[in-house]
């Protein structure tokens, strides 16, 4: 297997998709790194330290596509 294809796999299967989030929305008034820390704050709370987010990308359509840093994440 091409080693290009099994990396873009393992990053694959690291994402979620988060739809519904509106313009009016606190989550949806913040930009990706503020996502990105907003999400990580949250794992931290509910004693997830250990599975954290490596990116948090708004898509057009009001989703935002997380990638987690690790496979525990998921």
Avoid: F, T, W
């Avoid at 099994?6 to 008034?29: N, P």
């Avoid at 990105?36 to 599975?51: F, G, Q, V």
């Amino acid at each position: 297997m091409n080693p290009k294809v099994a990396a873009r796999e393992g990053i694959k299967a690291r994402q979620i998709m988060i739809e519904g989030i509106y313009k009016d929305s606190r989550l949806g008034q913040m930009g990706s790194p503020q996502l990105k820390e907003e999400l990580n704050k949250i794992l931290n709370d509910l004693e997830l330290e250990e599975r954290n987010v490596c990116s948090a990308l708004i898509q057009r359509r009001r989703g935002i596509l997380v990638e987690a840093e690790n496979d525990a994440a998921c």
